[in-house]
């Protein structure tokens, strides 16, 4: 089903008007890059070119370095307490404007509103919420006499300017999730949005100053990953960089940040397996695989993307997905009934397609398969079935609206089957058995499992992958584990001069 009719422009985000001052964000204010090139946000349900800004140079990104340089003594040396408190105000700002990231957010990626405001938008609150409580515990190892001569304890210290770069697919949760540990434990901090959508990443540092973060805390370059990106990755000021994207370009993030010897934190690509056991409810499973796989035109790394079902259940799971993917209306984002909005770009969507229609050859497409006719980078929702395992639609990382369907008889092989790539993101499995259950959670590799469910994360829980799929996690109390320098203190209790191990020095004496 399609909903392509255009939305009304009273409903956008005015981009042009809002950010008129330009795409940097350096210090506490707005300004125009000076590379001297100009780049185009386009709205990918309709064509149209919404926001046109000048591109960051290496001089914007060594202004924004050098104000988060000058920032982190005073944010570093600020309690817990202080910047507890300024993540609060930080939360509530972000509340008075939800309606207005909403918009911004639908308007750059495409996304259906109601996505927007029930998903991304709430759940970046919720982010800021969470480690605004959490900037005041930061935890160490118990002070304790462990060689019986000196007391022991363990400080949590912020490492100083952290360089992030940020995918296009999910702009605002993506920054939140770059920014919020990072300044919670006493760091600045250099973002680098997707050119394509950079627009949420800004509004984002401006409400950090109306909360009243300092300025040169949070700050934002909007330039190509080529110039902008690597540079501030292989700054010799940034002392640690955050990516998340494919593992490819991560791959050259590591290489170039490895020069100067930076602590590197990858959220990589994902290929997230959807295991469907005999005796699972076969309702919730077509429901959950529809949903997984479809969520944010399936440019989701943790979507379900290849479905494992059990032989008995195979053909009926196979049927009721297609029927449940028939229901989706695909169609104007900003209309109240669309569900499914268009891929990132036409560029995207030719990618998508490309990868389904090389599958003709080796595989069933059982529904979907084609894009409406209109202007946008739509892409119907799609159902693969019968591909070999080893086969490019089953492996590759395709980032839209397509789900594979294989068969698998033992529970043994559908295990292996589900760890047989070079990712480890995010999986599901789905049963009634307990023991199933516990099984898939112990052998499944990825750094999420869900159990009859596919998709939900939360603040308080990790997020972060195993195996191409990188390392370090974001959200919870554990990306402090990233954001944090640990240091040994030790201290002498005996005040004597000459200590028992120093006869290995002095000998006889």
């Known amino acids: 089903m399609s909903n392509t009719a255009p939305h009304s422009p009273a409903d956008k985000f005015l981009a042009q008007q809002r950010l008129a001052s330009g795409a940097q964000y350096i210090n506490g204010r707005l300004r125009p890059g000076t590379s001297g090139r100009t780049h185009s946000v386009i709205d990918p349900a309709t064509g149209a070119e919404v926001y046109t800004y000048e591109l960051a140079s290496t001089d914007d990104v060594d202004a924004a370095v050098a104000a988060a340089k000058a920032a982190f003594p005073g944010w570093a ?14 939360a509530a700002v972000l509340a008075e404007r939800a309606e207005e990231f909403a918009q911004a957010e639908s308007l750059q990626c495409g996304k259906p509103l109601k996505l927007s405001r029930e998903f991304d938008v709430p759940g970046t609150i919720d982010n800021t919420a969470f480690f605004a409580g959490a900037a005041r515990h930061l935890q160490g190892q118990s002070a304790g006499e462990y060689s019986g001569d000196h007391t022991s304890y363990v400080r949590r210290e912020p490492i100083g300017v952290v360089g992030s770069i940020a995918p296009w697919n999910y702009p605002l949760q993506m920054a939140a999730w770059k920014i919020l540990p990072a300044v919670a434990a006493g760091n600045t901090i250099v973002l680098k949005p997707a050119e394509i959508t950079p627009l949420t990443s800004l509004l984002f540092a401006e409400a950090a100053t109306a909360a009243g973060i300092p300025d040169g805390v949070i700050n934002i370059v909007t330039g190509t990953g080529k110039e902008a990106g690597e540079h501030l990755v292989g700054h010799p000021d940034v002392a640690m960089t955050s990516f998340t994207g494919s593992t490819a370009v991560g791959k050259r993030v590591a290489e170039v940040a490895t020069a100067t010897v930076k602590r590197i934190h990858l959220e990589l ?10 005796d699972a409810d076969l309702e919730a499973a077509a429901n959950g695989a529809v949903a997984g796989s479809l969520i ?3 440019q989701d790394c943790t979507a379900a993307t290849r479905a494992y079902v059990q032989r008995p259940l195979y053909e009926a799971f196979v049927e009721r997905v297609k029927e449940l993917m028939e229901t989706v209306r695909v169609g104007d984002p900003f209309a109240p009934d669309t569900d499914l909005g268009p891929l990132i770009s036409h560029v995207q969507r030719d990618r998508v397609a490309g990868f389904v ?37 089953v492996q590759s990382e395709i980032f839209g609206p397509v789900l594979v369907v294989l068969p698998f008889d033992s529970d043994d092989e559908g295990l292996a089957l589900a760890n047989d790539t070079p990712y480890g993101l995010a999986a599901s499995a789905w049963t009634r058995d307990v023991f199933r259950a516990n099984r898939a959670t112990r052998e499944i590799k990825a750094g999420c499992v869900w159990i009859n469910d596919h998709i939900p994360i939360i603040s308080e829980m990790p997020h972060g992958g195993y195996k191409a799929s990188g390392f ?9 584990e990233e954001y944090t320098q640990v240091k040994h203190v030790m201290y002498d209790n005996t005040a004597v001069a000459a200590k028992d191990w120093h006869r290995t020095i002095f000998g006889d004496r």
Do not use: C, W
């Open 296 to 298: 944010n035109t399936g």
């Open 269 to 278: 690509g994902g290929k997230a397996p959807f295991v469907v056991f005999d």
């Open 77 to 90: 040396g600020s309690t817990p307490g202080e910047r507890s408190d300024a993540l609060h105000r930080f």
């Open 472 to 480: 370090g996690k974001d959200m919870s109390t554990y990306s402090f």
């Open 357 to 393: 229609d090389r599958a003709r050859s080796y595989a069933r497409i059982v529904t979907g398969g084609e894009a409406p006719k209109d202007d946008g980078a739509f892409y119907r929702p799609t159902l693969v079935a019968d591909a070999a395992q080893d086969s490019e639609i």
